[in-house]
C-alpha cells in the first residue's frame, strides 16, 4: 500500500469535507452520516425516519450504493429526495463526491441530510465527509464484542443505535457485556436500543433527528 498516496488522498478530502461543512452550514442543514457494517439496518432506519417524520419534505438522503439501486427505490417509495452516489471504484464515500451530490437538492428547502456510508468499514470510517453528526449502526446478529472489535467505528460518533433488537432471543448476544463496554470506553456516547421491526426506540431515533436538525419535523 503506498501509504503517502493514501495521506495525500486524505488531505484533499479533508479540504473537500471542509467545503462541505461550509455549504451545509450556510444553508442551515444538519447532515447525518449513517455507518455500520453490511446489513445492520441504516436503509431501515433511514425509511423508519421519513415514515414517522411523513409529511415533512425537508429530508433529503444521498446513498453510497456499490452494484445495485436498490436502497435508492426504498427511500423514493417513501417520497424522499434521493441522490446514489457511486462507492465504486473508490473504496469508500469521499467528500467530493458529496460535495457534487449536493448540486442535486435545493439546499434552502433541506433541514436534514442523511448520508447512507457504504464500502468497506476499516476504509469509510475514518473518512470526513463533511457530516455535522456520525451515527453508528449496530445489530444484535453481528455480536456483542463490536465495540472492542471495531474502534473506528466509534470514534467520534454521535449517536449508537442498536438495532434488530427483535432478535435478541434467538441469537447469543450478550447485552450487558455489550452496554458495560460500551459506556467504559465510550463513556459520553449516548445509545437507543431499536428494532425496526417492532418499532421499538423509532420515537427516540425521530427525536434525535428532530433535535439535531434544530426545526419543528
Ligand atoms: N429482525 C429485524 N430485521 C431487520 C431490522 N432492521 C432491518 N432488518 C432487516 O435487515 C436486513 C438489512 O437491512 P437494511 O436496512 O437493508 O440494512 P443496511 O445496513 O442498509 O444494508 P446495506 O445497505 O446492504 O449495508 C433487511 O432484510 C431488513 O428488513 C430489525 O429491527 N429487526
Ligand atoms: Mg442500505
Redesign the pocket.
Known sequence: MDTRADDVRMEVNDDWAQRVRRRLSAAHVACVNLLSGPGSG??TLIEAALRSLQGIPRIAVI?GERHTAL?VARIVTCGARVIRVDAEPERHLEAKQVDHALEHFDLSSVDLLMV?NAGNLAYSAPVDLGESYRVTVLSVSQGHEQTEKYPELFRNTDLVILNKIDLLPHVDFDLVHFNETLNRLYPNVPTIQVSCRAGTGIREWCGWLRTISGTAI
Do not use: F, N, Q
Request: aromatic share 0%; net charge negative.
Open positions: 441504516k436503509t446513498e436502497d447512507e
